[in-house]
């Protein structure tokens, strides 16, 4: 057992805004990005959709510092940087 597992990246909750993180997708993992803006295809300008969309289209977006957009599906990870 690890003391920092990877978690479904749909668990991240919103207290991650402002705090550094590890992002693994795609066979690609991004260390120590700080997540300054979160956005999933269910909210968009500030509004929830009225209509869910289906699991399969469950996507993130994550805003590091940097400007660095990850657009994420739901096979993504993350976990609090270390």
């Not at 668990?11 to 993992?29: A, F, H, K, Q, W």
């Not at 399969?56 to 957009?69: A, C, G, M």
């Amino acid at each position: 057992m690890t003391d920092n597992p990877w978690l479904p990246i749909d668990t991240m909750p919103l207290s991650t805004l402002g705090t550094r993180v590890d992002i693994r997708d795609d066979g690609n993992e991004h260390r120590g990005i700080t997540v300054t803006r979160l956005r999933t295809n269910r909210c968009w300008a500030g509004r929830q959709a009225e209509v869910a969309p289906p699991w399969d289209e469950f996507e993130v977006t994550i805003f590091d510092d940097r400007r660095l957009e990850l657009a994420l599906d739901r096979t993504a990870q993350w976990r609090p940087h270390v």
